[in-house]
């Protein structure tokens, strides 16, 4: 999903650009993440499109796989564009967190998708979460369905649509959530290692800032974390270019004293002064330049140059950590990616602020059409019928 101050629907725009340069007749085919926004113009220059079918993105290479595919079976065939298009509008706005296809009933809503895709006649069907925090009026809920068979194409979508407002209600978190103070007595509590708790507020691969720094400074408050033989703490991390400088000057087993964070996003907690050890240096990763562990207490704080997502055991161990041995990992995400999924001994997920507050009742939209669920609970059922879309070349 793709959000740019002042622009309403980038991709659109992108993609509008991209047909004055190749023309109409050309045939694209769009792959999208599930939880990106459609507008009716992405669709219009759209001839195909289809989007992932598990949450976490299990999917990703598959559905990049079937996009390219559906093109050159159209482009073989000499098929060309479909014939229909069908859009569904849903009113429906949730997090990646409460629509996961692990769980119910996101795996039975998604589980329908392939049986309509498979339809003769029909060449894709897809349905969009929609990208819960951009403050849009293309942000919510979408079903599309392309093919040739203008019955099928049509019901297909309209049925999914119905289906997924059916079990609007039955949405949950995929994992425990609770506040901050008591994720980390749960953890504190606990015998299993790693504990991972998720900072879901500041999430920066769903768009958060990546440096909100309320929850270190939180952390760093807690005696537990304090004492010589206390619970081991990795928190997965802050940007702090000028500790960076510092810690490179001392070299590991140097001491920094050096603020890091809240340099975008400073609303719920100001810059955090780090005063510690360094423990490991590395330089010359892709994302984010050079990474500094900083050792406070128990807690071992990674610091960036620019900001980076955890998401591999490897994103640890390279820095001498060993997130298997450590009692709590902390780290700014949402639902826990594969590779953390499978290392983590038990979970749950933190309700931080940030720009991704998992809250929608507390981003206070101004712009999103109305009205929406779950914000407006009590709405009635909406009208789920059929766009058809008119072809890119008849535009």
Known sequence: AMSVVGVDDPEGD?????????????????????????????????????????????????????AVNNLLDRLESGKGKPKYK??????????????STRIEPGKSLYAKVPKVADQEGVIDAAIWIGYAWADEPRNHAVVMVTGDDEEK?????????????????????????????????????????????????DNPTAGGAGDVTWTLEKILEMPEFKIEDGKTLIYASLPGPKLIEEAIKVGVGGTVDAYVGASVD?????????????????????????????????????????RKPYHLKQDFTDLGLNPLETDIVVVKIGYLVPELYDMRADWIMALTPGGVDQDLQRLGYKRIERPMFPLDKDMKQPDLSAKLIMASDKL
């Open 14 to 66: 992108l993609l509008e650009r991209i047909r004055e340069v190749v023309g109409t007749e050309t045939l694209i085919s769009t792959s999208m993440d599930l939880h990106g926004n459609v507008s009716e113009r992405l669709a219009q220059h759209s001839d195909l499109i289809t989007c992932y079918r598990m949450a976490p993105h299990e999917d990703a290479i598959e559905s990049k796989q079937r």
């Open 86 to 99: 069908a859009y569904v509008s849903v009113p429906i706005l949730l997090p990646g967190e409460m629509t």
């Open 153 to 201: 194409v049509k019901e297909g979508a309209e049925s999914l649509a119905q289906s997924f407002w059916d079990v609007r209600n039955e949405f949950e978190f995929v994992a425990p959530v609770a506040p901050l103070e008591e994720s980390l007595k749960k953890a504190l509590a606990s015998d299993k290692k790693p504990f991972m708790i998720s900072d879901m507020g």
């Open 266 to 306: 400073d609303r719920f907690a100001p810059p955090i002064k780090l005063a510690g050890t360094v423990t490991a240096i590395k330089q010359g990763d892709v994302d984010a330049e050079t990474e500094v562990v900083v050792k406070v207490g128990t807690v071992s704080v990674i610091v960036t140059k620019k």
